[in-house]
């Protein structure tokens, strides 16, 4: 996130869709503990890890639920692995 730290999702929903299933709810919350690990971590890289419980998803919606007066969303990167 670098620069962009400040505008980390105030409250992130992703969810899991595939074909014949209804939507699934992965991850609905802060990710203010990841934030700060990242920061910890390495502040000009910041990074927030979120481990997704299994799932067979074709695709994931991210969603920003909460707001900030102040800030925006921004997602500079985003990196997908599969376990």
Do not use: C, H, K, T
């Not at 699934?24 to 919350?29: A, I, N, P, S």
């Not at 920061?39 to 890890?49: A, E, H, N, S, Y």
């Not at 800030?71 to 376990?83: F, I, M, N, T």
């Amino acid at each position: 996130m670098g620069r962009y730290v400040e505008d980390y999702p105030r409250r992130l929903v992703v969810e899991s869709l595939a074909p014949g299933r209804p939507p699934v709810v992965l991850f609905d919350g802060s990710v203010m503990a990841e934030l700060i690990g990242g920061i910890v971590g390495d502040r000009d890289v910041v990074q927030i890890d979120l481990a997704l419980p299994v799932n067979q998803s074709e695709r994931l919606v991210l969603r920003q639920e909460g707001a900030s007066n102040y800030r925006q969303w921004s997602l500079p990167e985003l990196a997908l692995w599969e376990r």
